[in-house]
């Protein structure tokens, strides 16, 4: 079986973090705790790409409270993906999602966004899943994610390597088939706050 690496990954305002930690810890990390994982938080610090400022962000016009991250490592060859991707496909998202959702009041007119990331280490390449997530939408949404990063390997797969990160989002339950394109997970925190400029001046 083909070792992956995984970590996790926390933004958003202060009150946020400490539910979402535990949900993490009680929900997601055991899945983990099992053959063919590796945890190894430095090796996806190390990736150019996946550099980020831990500050709040936002999406799409709407402040997110937070930012729920889970960073996978593999490789793009079609047989360890499978792999790797059948394995990933029984992560209890949905299960830590509504832990925090318990546990966490969401003031109305703000979001959760969970988001979805895989750096493809032989071709150095960081697909990028976003969602929104909001407590009658966590059963569907691990599907959704899953869906999302077969339409980005099939896009990969056509059109090849377009930049160091391919973003894919799900817009009610859809996936974007065109991903947006970025060089770090900082850009798309800047992308999101000069749309969120935008939106306001309308």
Known sequence: MQTARYSFGLEGQSH?????????????????E?????YDREYFERVPALYRRKQPTALGGLETVGVVIGFIGTYFLKKIFDEVYERTLKRPIGAQLDKLFKTLEVPAGKSIEYRDIIYFEDIDLVVVI?????????????????QAHRVAHHYIDQYGRRAP??????????????????????????????????????
């Open 34 to 38: 099992s053959d063919g994982w590796q």
């Open 16 to 32: 946020f973090l400490r539910p979402a930690a535990e949900a993490q810890a009680e929900v997601i990390e055991p899945f983990f």
């Open 130 to 146: 976003r969602a929104i997530a909001s407590k009658d939408s966590t059963h569907g949404l691990q599907h959704q994610v899953m």
């Open 165 to 202: 990160i391919h973003c894919h989002k799900i817009i009610e339950g859809q996936v974007a088939i065109e991903p947006e394109l970025f060089s770090t997970l900082e850009e798309i925190k800047q992308h999101d706050r000069a749309e969120l400029r935008t939106t306001v001046r309308k």
